[in-house]
């Protein structure tokens, strides 16, 4: 796959999910890929792509002979995806001890990164480093399987829609410095319980957004997840 077609994927990506957040394109919202193919000037391939990854991340359904529409689906899957990070980072940040200097400076260069975003009120910014550090704790811990399936699940799509509809826009910094510090002590133990309880608060949040839905009654969109 060329640069080019992948970074078109990307882009018809980002802006489907936008609009899925944004609410221009509602559970239901059926796309197709010429549509879509002559907005973007591309050829239907990176199109397809696209709307793969994102049927994949269960925020798109393909319906025989009908296309691809945008899907409403519950918590439950967000909520799973959330419990199988969990587990890997806390698992990851005991392994990557001892450390290598190198990997601290670029986790405190993520923090520095973060606060900067923060004080811009860039939500995507911020979120892009926040991505970057979670992942790069995964990657210190040396271990291809739990890179490989933290990677699979597309966080920097789930960490959008997250800042979007359970609003986590600068939280957690001390909690991340606190990480820091403790794998910069070999503390690997103590930074795994750190993580485990960023992402235990995110998934008490969702647990909160599905009693709320299940007390209105109504099913709840890709957008809201």
Same mark, same amino acid.
């Given at each position: 796959?060329?640069?080019?077609?992948?970074? +078109?994927?990307? #882009?018809?990506?980002?802006?489907?999910?936008?609009?899925?957040?944004?609410?221009?394109?509602?559970?239901?919202?059926?796309?197709?890929? +010429?549509? /879509? $193919?002559?907005?973007?000037?591309?050829? @239907?391939?990176?199109?397809?792509?696209?709307?793969?990854?994102?049927?994949?991340?269960?925020? /798109?359904?393909?319906?025989?002979?009908? &296309?691809?529409?945008?899907?409403?689906?519950?918590?439950?899957?967000?909520?799973?995806?959330?419990?199988?990070?969990?587990?890997?980072?806390?698992? $990851?940040?005991?392994?990557?001890?001892?450390?290598?200097?190198?990997?601290?400076? @670029?986790?405190?260069?993520?923090?520095?990164?973060?606060?900067?975003?923060?004080?811009?009120?860039?939500?995507? $910014?911020?979120?892009?480093?926040?991505?970057?550090?979670?992942?790069?704790?995964?990657?210190?811990?040396?271990?291809?399987?739990?890179?490989?399936?933290?990677?699979? +699940?597309?966080?920097?799509?789930?960490?959008?829609?997250?800042? #979007?509809?359970? &609003?986590?826009?600068?939280?957690?910094?001390?909690?991340?410095?606190?990480?820091?510090?403790?794998?910069?002590?070999?503390?690997?133990?103590?930074? &795994?319980?750190?993580?485990? #309880?960023?992402?235990?608060? /995110?998934?008490?949040?969702?647990? #909160?957004?599905? @009693?709320?839905?299940?007390?209105?009654?109504? &099913?709840?969109?890709?957008?809201?997840?």
């Amino acid at each position: 796959m060329g640069i080019h077609r992948t970074c +078109m994927r990307d #882009q018809i990506r980002n802006a489907i999910v936008s609009r899925i957040l944004d609410g221009s394109a509602p559970p239901g919202t059926h796309l197709k890929e +010429m549509a /879509l $193919a002559r907005e973007f000037n591309v050829s @239907q391939a990176p199109v397809r792509e696209a709307l793969r990854e994102l049927e994949a991340l269960g925020l /798109l359904e393909a319906e025989r002979y009908r &296309g691809t529409r945008v899907r409403t689906i519950d918590l439950d899957e967000l909520r799973e995806a959330y419990e199988l990070r969990a587990a890997i980072e806390e698992s $990851a940040a005991r392994l990557a001890v001892p450390c290598a200097e190198s990997d601290l400076v @670029q986790l405190e260069s993520d923090l520095k990164l973060m606060q900067r975003a923060n004080r811009e009120h860039d939500k995507d $910014a911020f979120m892009d480093h926040v991505v970057n550090f979670h992942r790069h704790i995964v990657q210190m811990s040396r271990n291809s399987l739990y890179l490989r399936a933290w990677e699979h +699940m597309a966080w920097d799509i789930r960490a959008r829609i997250a800042v #979007q509809r359970i &609003g986590l826009i600068g939280l957690f910094n001390d909690e991340r410095r606190d990480i820091v510090g403790a794998l910069r002590a070999g503390d690997g133990e103590k930074a &795994g319980r750190l993580l485990r #309880q960023i992402l235990g608060e /995110l998934l008490a949040r969702l647990a #909160q957004m599905q @009693q709320s839905a299940s007390a209105g009654g109504d &099913g709840v969109s890709a957008a809201r997840a």
